[in-house]
């Protein structure tokens, strides 16, 4: 079988990937990672998109992975078609689902402006439980980081027109119809940079990877493995 790797988005952990894994493990060897500071996975002192590509090399040459899928949620997408275009020679296909591309200083600090702790304590308490139970006593710290990252992204986005067309395997991007996050306009002109790659449209899903169907994203990846 396949390797399949499947990386989350910002905030994220391998949990939010178990009914999918549940539903693929006859028809893939699964594989799942944490990005450092998410999940049980230790905060390093190094915290960015960069860093997380050489965390996906590092898991892949650490685990003897060959011919690898790679299904990355958000910047989990982000992050493997980086690694693909710094010369991951053993990635052979990324799939990305929701995947944000455009950014600039602007879109970065509106981004941003959700992240600001106290706040989220008191307007979104059920989502800062989530963060407690995702990630224990780094949340807080985690949510600075990402907030950290994303203002880097609006500086300077790594996946630039010259090193989308550094990408020499066949990318499927995904996006939702109702996500709210990610343009369908930023995906078609990532789309149209990347050498081998085509955009599928799915209807009725939104940004969030838990509210989007399983059994969809199970016949998305077979289909296109």
């Not at 067309?165 to 990532?190: A, F």
Request: hydrophobic fraction near 40%; include cysteine.
């Amino acid at each position: 079988m396949k390797n399949l790797i499947l990386l989350h988005g910002a905030l994220g952990n391998i949990a939010l990937f178990n009914p999918l894994v549940n539903e693929l493990k006859n028809d893939f060897h699964c594989h799942v990672l944490n990005f450092n500071g998410h999940g049980n996975s230790p905060m390093k002192e190094e915290f960015s998109i960069e860093e997380f590509s050489l965390e996906l090399n590092a898991f892949i040459d650490d685990n003897a992975l060959e011919d690898c899928l790679v299904f990355g949620h958000s910047m989990g997408g982000y992050v493997a078609l980086l690694a693909s275009a710094s010369g991951n020679q053993k990635i052979k296909k990324i799939i990305t689902l929701g995947t944000k591309f455009l950014w600039t200083n602007e879109i970065a600090e509106n981004a941003v402006s959700f992240f600001d702790i106290e706040k989220m304590k008191l307007k979104v308490p059920s989502f800062v439980d989530q963060l407690k139970n995702a990630h224990s006593d780094n949340w807080e710290r985690l949510v600075l980081n990402i907030k950290e990252l994303l203002l880097k992204l609006g500086a300077n986005p790594p996946l630039k027109k010259d090193v989308l067309q550094k990408i020499n395997i066949p990318v499927i991007l995904c996006l939702g119809d109702k996500d709210n996050t990610v343009s369908e306009k930023e995906t078609k002109e990532t789309q149209q940079n990347i050498p081998q790659s085509n955009l599928i449209i799915l209807p009725g899903q939104a940004h969030s990877l838990e509210g989007v169907d399983v059994q969809l994203l199970k016949k998305l990846i077979i289909e296109n493995a």
